[in-house]
């Protein structure tokens, strides 16, 4: 598979449509659409938009193949949920028009519970909570063959294109491919560059990324993570996968992501890992879990077998990894 292939070409044009949307319901955004699913976690307009839009492009050029998708059309066919599905509807409709409500269920119920030989893993709003914020969020999309991430898109459609002007353009779209590299385009498109992980050889030239939500990943852990390994640059707290590609463009070299104490039996969702991790390797990173195993794609939407994510340069790795040993 190549930049042409089918695959990669459907893949950002799906991405790139969904940004879209996700941008256009977040500068409108006024509290409204966002109801609680009954994990209690939220769930918006854009997650259902952006989850239809995809399904259906994937579907229509690749029948055969499964996606497993975090949302499904349950709450939102719910008589008390007519106002919400209607806004649905009509957002879809300015990026595929003609859709119906029922069309715009049935996309998002394209999305499937249980992974296959070749499947597509896709979180259409990764990073909610920071959807909601205003702050970072990734529309995240990666196809798995035998239990191996094959293709990568993340869509960041508020992150900086250049660390050197954050307040400057927003919009950037991640792409990899198995054995092809890295790369970075802004959201249309435009400015494809490859891009590579940081070169610091020492721990104490390191910066940290985690999730901005303490009840995510456990913040004291890696502080004295830092403290062990004598990183004194302050740590990056971003939402989503993004963290993935600010580390896989050089920006910051370590993400860590230790089981939050207040969870310790937390396993990750594979939607949460799959694009990003081939972004990061793809670029001279290397991602497992924090006792040092490869990530799990292939037993089903929880990696099961892994415990929390480590990512870094690559020449990093073993010493976090000893010290995380702690
Ligand atoms: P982040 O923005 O990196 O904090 O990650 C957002 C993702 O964290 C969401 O998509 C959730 O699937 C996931 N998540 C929810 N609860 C937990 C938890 N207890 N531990 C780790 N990740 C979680
Ligand atoms: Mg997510």
Not at 47 to 70: H, M, N
Not at 100 to 113: K, Q, R
Not at 173 to 178: E, G, H, M
Request: hydrophobic share 35%; glycine share 8%.
């Amino acid at each position: 598979m190549d930049q042409n292939s089918p695959e990669a070409i459907i893949a950002i044009q799906a991405a790139m449509k969904a940004s879209a949307l996700c941008e256009k319901i977040r500068t409108n955004l006024s509290g409204g659409g966002t109801h609680l699913k009954s994990d209690r976690s939220p769930v918006t307009i854009a997650d259902y938009g952006s989850q239809a839009i995809i399904c259906k492009l994937i579907r229509e050029k690749f029948p055969q193949d499964t996606i497993v998708a975090e949302e499904d059309s349950k709450e939102l066919r719910k008589s008390d949920r007519s106002r919400i599905l209607e806004q649905v509807t009509s957002d879809v409709n300015a990026f595929i028009s003609g859709s119906s409500s029922e069309e715009v269920c049935s996309w998002i119920d394209v999305g499937s519970n249980s992974v296959s030989d070749r499947f597509w893993a896709l979180d259409p709003i990764d990073g909610t909570k920071g959807f909601l914020r205003g702050d970072q969020y990734a529309i995240a999309l990666a196809l798995i063959e035998k239990g191996k991430v094959t293709l990568g898109v993340l869509a960041c459609p508020n992150l900086y294109t250049d660390v050197h002007h954050p307040l400057g353009e927003k919009g950037c779209l991640f792409l990899a491919l198995r054995g092809k590299g890295s790369f970075q385009m802004d959201s249309t498109g435009a400015n494809k560059r490859p891009i590579f992980v940081s070169k610091a050889k020492s721990p104490s030239e390191a910066i940290i990324t985690e999730s901005v939500e303490p009840d995510h990943a456990d913040h004291l852990t890696h502080q004295r993570l830092a403290q062990k390994l004598n990183i004194s640059r302050p740590s990056l707290r971003m939402d989503s996968q993004a963290k993935y590609g600010i580390l896989a463009r050089g920006e910051v070299t370590l993400y860590l992501r230790v089981p939050s104490s207040a969870d310790p039996g937390y396993r990750e969702n594979i939607w949460d890992h799959a694009a990003g991790s081939i972004i990061a390797e793809e670029a001279g990173g290397r991602v497992t879990d924090v006792l040092g195993r490869p990530l799990d794609f292939s037993s089903g939407i929880k990696m099961e077998k892994n415990q929390g994510i480590l990512v870094s340069n690559g020449i990093l790795h073993e010493v976090v990894l000893k010290a995380l040993e702690m």
